[in-house]
């Protein structure tokens, strides 16, 4: 559970860092709210596909061979 909460921390580390470096970017205001809107769309977008893999992988509908185990041999 370790390499979990790192990869969380990371994440977090990276959005805190992303997140600052847009503030002080010498930008328009209505520019750098447009340009918030799309990245937190993204990252939203991103976060909801890996959600949606993580939680298929855990109930097998990902993997191939779901469902095979249960056939007679």
Known sequence: ????KLAVTLLAGV??????????AP???ED???KLADLKSDYL?????K???FTGDLTGK???NSGSANQPV
């Open 62 to 64: 990902n993997t191939p």
């Open 51 to 53: 959600i949606t893999d």
């Open 27 to 29: 930008e328009k205001g």
């Open 32 to 34: 750098l709210r447009n």
């Open 45 to 49: 977008g991103n976060l909801k596909d």
């Open 15 to 24: 959005a805190i860092g992303a997140a600052i470096g847009v503030l002080f």
């Open 1 to 4: 559970m370790e390499s979990g």
